[in-house]
């Protein structure tokens, strides 16, 4: 069954240093998404993808972070200048179309020193 | 906020009994997904039942959702020791998820 992949699976990073997490979504699904789950709190949404550009943000996904979907598969997430509180795992999502589930990559660990 | 609401926060089973838990909201939504989450692992996908439905089936999960009290139920039928996981309840409302703080379900065997 195709799936989300996501890597890396845990990405160790300092303060203040630039972090590029990469999705590779289900091949036939157009909509993308990035979601964080600070360790014990809930999962929370970042930030919707589709046709190239930004659907939707939430207030977290200020200019510190960025997407790129720079080719035909891989859907990237920038985190520009990384903070302490940055420290979460990081899921990736793929919708095929409206109405569908949503489904998620194994996600990325990522932890600010 | 439109976030699902699960309760209890935690149960403790033995193997073979049925186990459920609620997920209540605030706002009006396109459709609600039941997701299972084991320690430290991705999301994996159970069902998902939109807004004009009433019942879902899969496998040995059954899922309610009841629009006009904002709440949905996950039952799971003759528990098994790897349905031992979290369980989150998730909003869908403009295409984006909004998750609750899940049920943490334990099967004893």
């Known amino acids: 069954e195709p799936e989300v992949t996501q890597t890396p699976s845990h990405q160790v990073t300092q303060m203040g240093q630039e972090v590029i997490l990469r999705c590779v979504p289900i091949s036939n699904h157009l909509y993308f998404y990035w979601y964080r789950q600070i360790l014990g709190q809930k999962v929370e949404f970042l930030v919707s993808f589709y046709n190239n550009e930004i659907s939707e943000k939430s207030e977290i996904f200020d200019d510190q972070f960025s997407v790129e979907r720079p080719d035909g598969s891989n859907f990237t997430l920038k985190i520009r200048s990384t903070k302490l509180e940055d420290s979460a795992m990081y899921f990736c999502?793929?919708?095929?179309?409206?109405?569908?589930?949503?489904?998620f990559g194994d996600g990325t660990r990522l932890s600010i020193l | 906020s439109q976030q699902g609401e699960e309760d209890p926060q935690a149960l403790s089973i033995q193997e073979g009994e049925n186990a459920t838990m609620n997920c209540s909201y605030k706002t009006s939504i396109n459709n609600l997904q039941w997701y299972r989450q084991n320690s430290g692992r991705g999301l994996v996908h159970l069902i998902l039942i939109r807004s004009n439905e009433r019942e879902k089936h899969s496998g040995r999960l059954r899922v309610t959702l009841d629009t006009s009290k904002k709440s949905s139920s996950l039952l799971i039928t003759a528990s098994r020791a790897a349905d031992t996981a979290s369980y989150f309840c998730?909003?869908?409302?403009?295409?984006?998820?909004?998750f609750g703080a899940g049920t943490t379900v334990t099967v004893r065997a």
């Open positions: 999502a793929s919708r095929e179309g409206g109405n569908q589930p949503q489904h």
């Open positions: 998730a909003t869908d409302k403009d295409y984006k998820l909004s």
